[in-house]
């Protein structure tokens, strides 16, 4: 199971963070968001995946993001096309596409995505463009028809450790590839709790 820990803002925050070593830090480039990144990303390891994480952004500000931060990964949370999408696959960055799952989902939506992509993640429908803090119901995933791994994401916190529990035994879990985390970790927008993170990170792992 990955570890991918999103909303990262505060430089210091950042190092400590990243010395827990999670598979992923995510890193917003939204000017709307509460945890909208402008600064400078610390020296962190090279086995830490750095996000950028991107709504309806243009093309050439994804570009230059990735050149600038050196991301290793992008994650479009906007309603960005398939033919966006692949602008950028197979092109030395992995794309997460994401998609936001309210009472229902129509999977069919995925078809068009998934020769463009790498992973697929599934996150809570809300007000917000993730940071929502708000769980949807994951046994939606038992109709996930595809083979493609996801990120799982939305409003998981501590508290979740016993849904993860049983989700880790079900048919929806098989292609599940990483947990991704944020405001249920946070004293404040992008400032992450560094003891609830070991916590959930040595009980999920």
């Known amino acids: 199971m990955k570890f991918k820990i999103c909303g990262m803002k505060f430089q210091e925050n950042i190092q400590q963070v990243a010395a827990l070593q999670p598979d992923y830090l995510g ?29 309806d952004a243009v093309a050439r500000f994804i570009k230059e993001k ?8 992008i994650q479009l949370h906007g309603e960005e096309s398939p033919e966006f999408c692949q602008q950028f696959y197979k092109t030395g960055v992995s794309v997460i596409k994401v998609f936001s799952v309210g009472k229902s989902f129509n999977f069919k939506i995925l078809d068009s ?3 463009v992509v790498d992973y697929f993640l599934f996150d809570t429908k809300g007000a917000q463009k993730g940071g929502n803090g708000v769980t949807f119901d994951w046994t939606l995933l038992e109709n996930y028809p595809s083979q493609k791994p996801y ?7 501590l508290e979740s450790l016993n849904d ?6 079900s048919k929806a879990y098989k292609y599940c590839y990483a947990i991704d985390v944020n405001s249920r970790f946070e004293d404040y927008a992008g400032f992450k709790n560094l003891k609830k993170l ?7 792992q």
């Open 66 to 73: 990735i050149n600038h931060y050196e991301l290793n990964v």
């Open 151 to 157: 990120f799982l994401s939305g409003g998981i916190g």
């Open 113 to 115: 995505y998934e020769s």
């Open 198 to 204: 070991k916590t959930f990170k040595n009980s999920i």
């Open 27 to 55: 890193f917003i480039f939204y000017k709307k968001s509460k945890r909208h990144f402008e600064g400078t990303i610390p020296q962190i390891s090279e086995s830490i995946q750095k996000v950028g994480v991107f709504v």
């Open 164 to 169: 993860l529990k049983q989700f880790k035994e």
